[in-house]
């Protein structure tokens, strides 16, 4: 029984020529009111000394805490002024300080000077400040605390951070005057971690004394511990308790995994395993770790999910073509081995989702002509109508980024370094990101009261090591995102050594050495996430089978939203949004089924240069009728165009849309 309805055809009306032409973005010019500027900032640091004196719990000093906007500004810069100290240089440029008495009079004293219409030392400081203001309440509430709010227990855990003072005999008044004040309070001190660049304490608080927390001028952060975490018990569920699995239907449709390999006796492939090629020369063997673990997520979409229900149930047929191997991949070109692949497999069985979870990380695509690969996937994708799921790739950092993983998150990911990598910048594929998932790592889960076990992402976040766009002039990349992984950090030991080992913060796959007796393993990366994405492309056929590639493209495209949790992470920025996780996180049921209040129409044409296909959207009466609910026609468009790589206008063809209201098309 289908879980709704499946989706409406709608046929075009009209065709009409019509030219457009693109708009575009008001400039926005600095204040060119120098005196003005001078006199606002005055009353900005009026109101912040006046607030500090009514609404913040007090220090370990008298000195005043600011929040200072200024991008183009170094920190050494505010720190040339007596008496300013800069404590943290913030996302977007914003610096936080510590203003003693004469630094804030000396500070006043050359505002003073350009409020007078004067030149006083140093006037590129002050000219660059966009705006003061304290460090509010809002500005200490962490990402998972503001997304999930306070919990319903009367006493609950909080993990509350410190300004990391440089100054070993000012971080011990703070550390003594905070414990003392946490007494005075009756909040319970359950850890306490003490680094270089790092304070945190784990305490024991109530709803009100949360509060007071977070109007405590010393307090930089406060945040719920790590609660999201794997089942571990599940990775570890031996051959036998695996129940039987049957074969897929005969005409189901075909996955292929174009990987190092797929071992095809894996008890949870090997039923709906159809055939697997090596196209790799002087190759020896025909299956690989990797590919294992991809093929299990591409067969099964959420392996974990199937764990907890304690069914598999294949609904594709699953392919491999070996088109990689450690051992020879420099003997020739991959381009070749994958062309091969894509010719035999839809060829011979007519497989239509081709999942392709590598890339190159020495080639970081930062604009200009697109590699090799990626243009071969698109001249691939329109030769032989077949849709790829290609992974954005991996960032593991470099030797200098990021220096702070914690802090820096997620600023790095949007360096040259971090974008996404070859063949991820194609446009006639979807391209897959990865969200977090999980937040408490093994050693969390086993320590639950030391708060040195950090995620560096919260849930529904992006992956810390996703990358990031744009492709090829501005498209949106990575097209959606899926759950990939995490990363974790033991703080004890620095805030540059990630976890890179086995920490739980993965995805629960298939793994290549289940004869071992336990057939499952937990693995991380964008190479995980874009089979999910993969598996959904292909249930579609289950139920369309006569879907193009732009139709599923557009299908999964159109029912994917950006998690609250990432829109909260980037202040709803939404270039930075589309930059990170394109059109968001898809939704398998919308994807694959309509309902009573979700309604998809789709349509599939051939549509010549230079027209305009019109289509008439029948709207319901409850539609239409007055109400305060959330109403709303979302449009998505997909072709697969051709490209030229030697031309910086990649992308030969544009399509584009427009909603017009009317009552007929005749008066249009």
């Not at 996302?91 to 009079?105: D, N, T, Y």
């Not at 673990?293 to 304690?310: F, H, N, S």
């Amino acid at each position: 029984m289908p879980e709704g309805y499946q989706h409406l055809q709608i046929s075009r009306l009209i065709p009409v020529n019509e030219r457009r032409k693109s708009g575009g973005f008001p400039r926005i010019e600095p204040p060119n009111d120098i005196v003005k500027h001078a006199r606002g900032l005055q009353r900005q640091i009026k109101s912040i000394e006046e607030t500090a004196a009514k609404n913040q719990e007090p220090g370990f000093d008298p000195r005043l805490l600011m929040k200072i906007d200024a991008p183009t500004v170094k920190p050494e810069d505010f720190e040339s002024i007596e008496g300013l100290r800069v404590v943290s240089h913030e996302q977007k440029g914003v610096l936080v300080l510590f203003a003693s008495q004469e630094g804030l009079e000396e500070f006043k004293r050359r505002l003073n000077e350009v409020a007078q219409g004067r030149t006083p030392v140093r006037k590129d400081i002050l000219y660059a400040i966009k705006g003061i203001d304290r460090w509010s309440r809002e500005d200490r509430i962490g990402p998972a605390l503001r997304k999930e709010g306070y919990p319903d227990d009367q006493v609950f855990k909080v993990d509350a951070e410190l300004w990391a003072l440089d100054s070993g005999r000012e971080r011990n008044e703070m550390l003594q005057s905070f414990e003392e004040w946490c007494g005075n309070q009756k909040i319970k001190i359950i850890d306490r971690l003490n680094q270089d660049p790092i304070v945190m304490y784990r305490l024991e608080v109530t709803a009100e004394s949360l509060e007071m927390l977070l109007h405590h001028r010393d307090i930089k952060m406060v945040d719920l511990p790590p609660k999201y975490q794997l089942e571990l018990s599940l990775v570890h569920t031996p051959v036998t308790k695996i129940p039987q699995i049957n074969s897929p239907l005969e005409n189901a449709p075909g996955i292929v995994v174009l990987d190092d390999g797929v071992v095809s006796s894996h008890p949870l492939l090997e039923n709906a395993f159809g055939d697997g090629q090596n196209f790799v020369p002087n190759s020896t063997t025909s299956y690989g770790k990797h590919g294992t673990e991809v093929a299990g997520i591409a067969l099964y979409g959420d392996v974990e999910e199937c764990l907890k229900r304690g069914q598999f149930t294949p609904e594709l047929r699953l392919f491999s073509g070996k088109i990689m191997d450690s051992e020879n991949i420099d003997e020739g070109f991959l381009e070749n081995y994958i062309s091969e692949a894509v010719r035999y497999f839809s060829t011979n069985y007519g497989c239509k989702v081709f999942n392709l979870s590598i890339g190159d990380t020495r080639k970081p695509y930062c604009g200009g002509h697109v590699r090799g690969l990626a243009a071969v996937l698109d001249t691939l994708a329109k030769e032989y109508r077949v849709l790829f799921v290609v992974s954005a790739g991996n960032y593991d950092g470099t030797e200098d980024s990021p220096s702070d993983w914690l802090r820096q998150y997620p600023e790095y990911l949007f360096q040259d370094e971090a974008k996404i990598i070859d063949p991820a910048p194609a446009l006639n594929v979807l391209t897959v990101g990865s969200l977090a998932r999980v937040e408490a790592s093994r050693e969390a889960q086993r320590f639950p009261s030391d708060p040195a076990y950090q995620p560096i992402a919260r849930k529904d976040q992006p992956s810390p090591f996703s990358r990031t766009g744009p492709g090829p002039g501005k498209a949106i990349k990575p097209d959606v995102v899926e759950y990939g992984g995490n990363f974790s950090l033991d703080l004890r030991r620095g805030i540059h050594q990630i976890n890179r080992g086995p920490d739980g913060l993965g995805e629960i796959t298939t793994s290549a050495s289940f004869a071992q007796g336990y057939p499952f393993t937990i693995a991380k990366g964008t190479s995980f996430s874009a089979p999910k994405v993969a598996n959904l492309a292909a249930r579609i056929l289950t139920i369309y089978p006569e879907a193009s590639p732009e139709l599923l493209r557009a299908l999964i495209v159109a029912h994917s939203k950006w998690p609250e949790a990432t829109k909260e992470l980037f202040g709803n920025d939404e270039e930075k949004i589309l930059q990170c996780i394109g059109y968001g996180l898809p939704d398998a049921e919308s994807v694959l089924y309509s309902t009573e209040k979700r309604v998809s129409l789709i349509s599939q044409e051939i549509i010549s240069g230079e027209t305009h296909h019109f289509y008439e959207i029948p709207l319901p009466t409850d539609f239409l009728s007055p109400g305060r609910r959330t109403r709303s026609l979302r449009v998505a468009l997909a072709h697969t165009p051709m490209v030229r790589r030697t031309r910086l206008s990649y992308k030969a063809s544009t399509i584009d849309f427009r909603i017009v209201r009317e009552s007929s098309i005749e008066r249009l």
